[in-house]
């Protein structure tokens, strides 16, 4: 919990200014002090704040991040923590968020699972995925550090809410198969999905997405970034809060008790 008298940074964007100012006057209740960093959104998921933010970051007891377009796999972020920080993602956070679902958990409770799997994913030779639907793939995590993201972050840690999750970035270049998407693609707009999405991955490289319209709008949003680093398996997540559903919100749909998903592009705050 933040202390009295500790700095705490909340950085946001206009829109997300209604979150921000309720996150800063729990802080100030609370005898800390507050400061707002308003930022032009980002033009994607994963570009670095403005380099004076970066530094407040770094400079705080505490940073929050109530914004739309995530700045959680930034060096910023990792630098924040790596200074000693503390950090908690409010990344697409509605104020329906902030007073019911995922947000209601026991996080207490749910901390000791959560680094289990953790732990259990740390270091895998090799770690295997499948479902009824479809999804057969294989990746290897030797060397790679197992997340466990509580929520109840200690200095030099950050962790998005209200998801629960444990997660592990693989080691590049070691995915194998097929996933077969059944939930949610949060973040560009799809949310739920109407139907699966079929992704199939060759040496840690998405290969192909097909399926209906909305496999084609990530199949196009992918495409329109130019970047082929964006098709990277960049992580392995498995939801472990009890309270979460699938809304079409990244932070609610991650955390959903006993699901799994995966996460490409850049893997930098998660030991890639």
Do not use: W
Not at 43 to 59: C, F, L
Not at 227 to 254: H, R, S, T
Request: proline share 6%; net charge negative.
């Amino acid at each position: 919990a933040v202390q009295p008298e500790e700095q705490v940074l909340v950085v946001t964007e206009a829109e997300m200014l209604p979150i921000a100012e309720a996150v800063s006057a729990a802080v100030y209740a609370v005898g800390a002090e507050p400061t707002i960093a308003v930022i032009t959104p980002r033009q994607a998921d994963g570009q670095e704040p403005p380099a004076n933010v970066a530094a407040a970051m770094r400079a705080s007891n505490v940073f929050f991040a109530a914004v739309r377009t995530s700045i959680t796999h930034t060096r910023a972020v990792r630098e924040a923590v790596e200074a000693g920080s503390r950090g908690l993602m409010l990344t697409q956070f509605s104020q329906d968020m902030m007073i019911g679902g995922g947000i209601e958990a026991d996080f207490g409770a749910q901390a000791p699972i959560c680094r289990r799997v953790a732990q259990a994913m740390a270091g895998a030779s090799e770690i295997r995925l499948t479902n009824p639907h479809g999804t057969n793939l294989t990746l290897g995590a030797r060397g790679r550090r197992g997340n466990a993201l509580t929520c109840l972050v200690q200095p030099g840690e950050f962790s998005p809410v209200p998801t629960i999750e444990a997660n592990v970035s693989p080691l590049e270049g070691t995915a194998e198969g097929v996933i077969v998407a059944n939930a949610s693609i949060p973040y560009i707009g799809i949310g739920v999905l109407e139907e699966p999405v079929t992704v199939k991955v060759a040496k840690g490289m998405i290969t192909s997405i097909t399926g209906g319209q909305q496999a084609a709008k990530l199949a196009a949003d992918l495409k329109a970034k130019n970047d082929p680093l964006v098709y990277n398996i960049a992580e392995l997540g498995v939801g472990l809060n009890p309270k979460c559903k699938f809304i079409g919100f990244m932070l609610e749909d991650e955390g959903v008790l006993g699901s799994v998903h995966i996460g490409i592009g850049t893997n930098i705050t998660l030991g890639g």
